[in-house]
Structure formats: C-alpha cells, structure tokens
C-alpha cells in the first residue's frame, strides 16, 4: 500500500513538473510573440519618419538640429539587438518626435502642409497601436515574470534557465513635457 502512495506522489510531482515547464514554455513564446506585435508597428514608425523629417526641412531649416535628433534616435531604436537597447532606444524616439512636433507647431505654412497632416495623422495611429502593443507586451511579460518567480514553479524556471524579462516602461525624460524656445 505504501508503494502506491509513493507512486501516486511521484506520478503527481511529474505531472505537475510538466504542466509547470509547459507553462512557462506559453508565457516565454507569448512575451516574444508580443514583442514581435510590437516591433511591426515600431517599423511602421521607422518607415515614417524620415518622410515626416523631409517634409519639416522644408520648412524649417534652422531646426537642423532637432531633425538630426530625430533621425539619429530612429537610427538607434531600429538597430538595437537587445530588448533593454530597443527600449531605451524607444523612449529617446518618443521623445524626440515629441521635441519635433512642437517644433512644427510653430510653422502655421507646416501645420496647412496635407503632405505633414496626413504623415503626422499616419504617426499617431502608429503610435496608438504602439502604446497598445505595449501595454499588451508589459502583461505578457509581467504573468510571465510572475511564473518564473513564484515558488514551485521558480524551481523549474531556474532549472531549465527561464529569466525575468524586462518591462517596457517609459523613461523619467520622455515623462516631461517639451519645451521649445525660439
């Protein structure tokens, strides 16, 4: 009789190691699939950006300055090979666009452009959907670090190598507001 209590026990530790391990597995390849949404619509920005910036030179020349920013925190977001990189690369892009949007309100003639209206429009759809791909993104990964921290099932996660993802968050800078002087 003791033998299989011993059996059932161990059947149920396997079963349970299992449907632990498989979990994690779920929440691994959903935080990845989530960043992935993610990174579609980050390159929909990309894809924007430099002709928002072509369609600004025109009008405002002497903020050569603010469009080589924006250019160069594109450049760096959409070259970053680390998920921390990409996020740090993010928050300076966001808050370049938002120095460069500032700039433009500035230029009534820019503001009348339909070519700048109907990118700047395509931008903050893109940027709707990025800040729900993120917020989608910070769920995954938060039930995801959940379950690698949480005891049992941290036991498998150290076991076979799960590590805590990191969160999108938005920086202290990109909190703040522009301002622009002239």
Known sequence: MPQIIIGIAVVLIILWFIGAYNGLVKLRNMVREAFSTMDVFMKKRYDLI?????????????????????????????????????????????????????????????????????????????????????????????????????????IVANLFGFRREPMFEIAGEERANVKVQF
């Open 50 to 154: 430099p002709n928002l910036v072509e369609t600004v030179k025109g009008y405002a020349k002497h903020e050569q300055g603010t469009l080589e920013k924006v250019i160069s925190a594109r450049n760096a977001a959409a070259s970053a090979k680390t998920v921390e990189s990409r996020i740090e690369g993010e928050s300076a892009l966001t808050g370049t666009l938002k120095t460069l949007f500032a700039v433009a309100e500035a230029y009534p003639d820019l503001k009348a452009n339909t070519n700048f209206m109907d990118l700047q429009k395509q931008l903050q759809s893109v940027e709707g959907e990025i800040a729900n791909s993120r917020k989608y993104y910070n769920a995954v990964v938060r039930d995801y670090n959940i379950k690698t921290e949480a005891f049992p099932s941290v």
